[in-house]
């Protein structure tokens, strides 16, 4: 396992990511540092929302501790500021999500429980729309206010020091001091308690990638018993999560690196399977114009392959023609299916000849 990313890293990746969601996970991680900040903004592949986001962030948590030089005026300039930015909107997004569909009683369902328990967590296997339909609920539950909803990415080397807060060197004079420095989790919920009346969504995608036992550390107590606060590792002072947060988590069953929840966390986690959803695969085809004969095809493909591998519905987002199908299983499917399958190729193959007909009509399978 490597270590956590240093400062350093954070500064190259910040610098040439050419993808606006690695940004964005970026940003969660180091949004109090202002150098890496400085450098996801300067970069071209840099969405607005991000921008935004920082906005805001510098708004309520760096800019108030200067109120007593800004004078009495002071929270009236910040909260005009405040007003004067929910005119913006931004426009480059990572990706429109839609409003949440009241006829979808699946999607209802996880609404209902996410506002009531305020802890879920989406699973199923890769491509099934998990992120998707997390970042639907947030939307729906906060108004779709961005200040309100928090995205973040967990992966191998995530910790505590990440999430939670961490001891960090600050230059001073000729020297260096450390102070202990909130982290994404820990300043997402001093933003919600300043408005209790409100809910708060944090999204956290592939949330068993992560150690959640370090990643989470003493504040595990605090999932469950939400009024009840822990005194922090560092800081020493006491932390709970505000009641007007709810968690959505997303989890890859498939990944055979993920790590296993242990039966601690289940507890404090209401669970909803994902699964592939043929409904959807209709819906996709549909929205990228696809004619009905072929997506007849791709939908006899998708069925018969669930038993073999529950593949997910999502991979076709892009598909508009047969040869984008063949085009996905040469680049796409084919090398998922051959790792997931190491040592049974054989059903590689087998869903191969599911597929074929779909871009090979007359049944040639070259």
């Given at each position: ?358 871009w090979s009509p007359a049944g040639e399978e070259g």
């Open positions: 396992m490597t270590s956590r990313m240093s400062k350093q890293e954070a500064l190259k990746k910040a610098t040439e990511a050419t993808d606006p969601k690695e940004l964005l996970a970026l940003y969660g991680q180091f949004e109090a540092s202002a150098d890496v900040v400085k450098a996801i903004v300067n970069n071209k592949f840099c969405p607005d929302e991000i921008k935004k986001r920082y906005i805001l962030y510098a708004l309520d948590e760096r800019l108030r501790t200067y109120l007593s030089q800004l004078g009495p005026s002071g929270p009236d300039i910040l909260d005009a500021m405040r007003k004067s930015l929910e005119a913006w909107q931004p426009v480059q997004k990572l990706a429109p999500v839609p409003e949440l569909d009241r006829k979808d009683t699946e999607a209802m369902q996880l609404y209902d429980i996410a506002q009531k328990k305020g802890a879920i967590i989406l699973y199923g296997p890769p491509g099934t729309s998990k992120t998707y339909l997390a970042q639907m609920i947030a939307k729906a539950l906060t108004d779709g206010n961005e200040h309100r909803m928090e995205f973040v990415q967990f992966h191998a080397s995530y910790t505590y020091e990440d999430f939670i807060e961490g001891i960090v060197p600050k230059p001073q004079g000729h020297g260096v001091v450390y102070k202990v420095e909130d982290k994404v989790f820990k300043a997402f919920c001093k933003r919600a308690e300043r408005q209790p009346s409100k809910r708060f969504v944090i999204v956290i995608d592939e949330i068993n990638r992560a150690d959640l036992s370090k990643v989470f550390g003493e504040v595990f107590t605090c999932l469950e018993y939400r009024g009840q606060p822990v005194h922090l590792l560092y800081s020493r002072k006491p932390f709970l999560i505000p009641s007007n947060i709810v968690i959505i988590g997303t989890m890859n069953t498939i990944d055979r690196s993920t790590t296993d929840l242990d039966f601690a966390l289940r507890r404090r986690f209401y669970f909803f399977e994902v699964p592939p959803r043929v409904e959807w695969l209709e819906q996709i085809l549909a929205r990228n114009g696809v004619k009905d004969a072929l997506t007849a095809a791709i939908k006899e493909a998708f069925i018969k392959t669930q038993p073999i591998y529950p593949l997910g519905h999502a991979y076709f987002k892009e598909v508009k023609t047969a040869d984008d199908v063949r085009m996905l299983w040469e680049h796409q499917l084919r090398a998922l299916l051959e790792q997931f399958f190491e040592f049974e190729l054989n059903k590689v193959r087998d869903i191969e000849r599911l597929f074929t007909p779909v």
